[in-house]
């Protein structure tokens, strides 16, 4: 089945400055690259996603890109703000089921 | 509206037992799918359904079993409970294909088996 690693599993960065959050995938057949925000207490909520045929896409302040041939997408949260700490999942869809990264707990000092 | 419910929100078990873990949806979702959370893990799915009377295992399925008697709902029952089940469980929805549509997850159910 696919496999997704996502890296760093922590990540501090103070307020106003840019966050980078990297994930890798393995099968090919992944079409569909969502991210998802999770609180602490609560479900995951989509945040952005991608779909295979596209490089970048953005909205505000956070952008993801997508590269097929490397197999690699990172989510980019610029100018950040204390309420954007939180757990950070990547997942791909190869056409059946998700298949998750392990997360990345964003902390933003102020 | 009020999305995908989970209940309960916490459950301690004790080795062996068994029970049921409820989800529902009043969106009208086709897909429903069980995780599970393990700390410092991403989450992985254990059962999924694409409509009533439809499932199919997932990444986890031992020790797990589901049903989709109706649209809006989707238990998940554990049978012989063991510590190794420790986790918390989150449902989650979407109506049809994953990449035009958003995956919404409930609030999740902290399991704890001693």
């Known amino acids: 089945g696919e496999n997704v690693e996502q890296h760093p599993s922590t990540l501090s960065v103070q307020e106003g400055d840019s966050a980078v959050i990297k994930c890798t995938y393995s099968d090919s057949a992944s079409n569909y690259f969502p991210w998802y925000k999770q609180e602490l207490g609560k479900g995951p909520q989509l945040i952005i996603d991608i779909r295979s045929n596209v490089g970048e896409k953005k909205d505000q302040r956070i952008a993801v890109t997508l590269n097929k041939t490397a197999k690699h997408f990172s989510l980019h949260i610029t100018e950040t703000q204390p309420e954007d700490s939180a757990v950070y999942f990547c997942a791909a869809y190869p056409g059946n089921q998700f298949y998750f990264g392990t997360g990345t707990s964003l902390t933003v000092i102020p | 509206n009020a999305g995908v419910t989970q209940t309960p929100k916490f459950r301690i078990l004790k080795i062996g037992q068994s029970m049921t873990l409820q989800c529902a949806q009043d969106m009208n979702h086709n897909y429903m799918y069980w995780y599970r959370q393990d700390p410092g893990m991403g989450l992985k799915l254990i059962y999924y359904?694409?409509?009533?009377?439809?499932?199919d295992k997932g990444e986890v399925p031992n020790g797990y079993n589901v049903s989709r008697s109706t649209t809006e709902d989707f238990p998940l029952r554990l049978e012989l409970a063991a510590p190794s089940q420790t986790s918390v469980y989150f449902c989650a929805s979407l109506n049809g294909q994953a990449y035009t549509d958003t995956q919404y997850f409930g609030p999740g159910t902290r399991l704890t088996v001693l």
């Open positions: 359904s694409v409509g009533a009377g439809i499932t």
